[in-house]
């Protein structure tokens, strides 16, 4: 299965750095507590809120955890680098389609930061302050379900964000817009609920909630399963532009230097 393979062999990649990768890992852990340290400090989250200090805690501690999985992804799905170097035009002309190729390949991928990051640092942050861990099937099933929505939303942006190198000969700053907003609009930080209210309601006609503040929410428990379904409606919308840029793409292929 073509699927299986891509993302074994993706997988396998990652493999020879696993040392240079526990590095990022130990560091993503730290940043997640100074984050809790500050909270802790502010000591309050303010009245009327359906957030407990301790939520707000927990929240922004698995926030941290599932960043690799949700946000930390490929630059481009690796789509720049394939035009310049001319790989784009044999990737186009596999009888595969572009975006399944790359879509299987970041999900091999996703599976490794998945088990050698995500898990890590979330086992650290149930040690180290008491994250809560659900016992109710239905909140681990949903809560898989919204984290796999969240991750193949950034799949497609990514997939959209590198087929522009078609038309330039630098995306990577688009990368880094995308990641600057997602941190303010996902809720990463802060709950979606605490911004000033004009960035909540830009923040909800976008796909960045259903990143990071639903998948947080469906976790703690404050939040219902309900609330993901949005997230699949950008992950079909998504999928359709997906598809579309592709057709377009395959009319336009400049290899830089022939």
Request: some cysteine; overall charge positive; glycine content about 6%.
């Amino acid at each position: 299965m073509l699927f299986a393979v891509l993302a074994k062999k993706a997988f396998a990649r990652n493999l020879q750095y696993r040392a240079s990768h526990a590095i990022n890992t130990v560091a993503s852990a730290v940043f997640g507590l100074i984050y809790v340290s500050i909270w802790k400090g502010i000591g309050s989250t303010g009245g009327g809120s359906e957030y407990t200090l301790d939520n707000v805690i927990h929240y922004v501690a698995f926030n941290q955890a599932v960043l690799w999985i949700t946000l930390f992804l490929t630059n481009g799905l690796g789509i720049q680098q394939s035009v310049r170097t001319g790989q784009i035009s044999l990737d186009l002309m596999r009888p595969v389609h572009l975006f399944y190729q790359l879509t299987c390949r970041e999900w091999g991928q996703i599976g490794y930061q998945l088990l050698y990051k995500t898990l890590p640092i979330y086992l650290i942050y149930v040690w180290t302050i008491s994250l809560p861990v659900p016992r109710d099937a239905k909140t681990w099933f949903w809560t898989i379900a919204a984290l796999a929505s969240a991750a193949y939303l950034n799949i497609c942006i990514n997939y959209l964000i590198g087929v522009t190198a078609l038309w330039t000969t630098e995306s990577a700053w688009l990368y880094w817009v995308h990641f600057s907003v997602s941190s303010i609009l996902s809720g990463f930080l802060i709950p979606i609920e605490w911004l000033p209210s004009w960035l909540q309601r830009i923040s909800t006609v976008t796909p960045y909630p259903y990143m990071q503040h639903v998948p947080s929410k469906i976790y703690l428990g404050l939040s219902s399963p309900d609330t993901m379904f949005g997230g699949l409606l950008w992950c079909a919308s998504f999928t359709l532009l997906c598809f579309a840029a592709t057709a377009v793409v395959r009319h336009k292929v400049e290899v830089q230097g022939g």
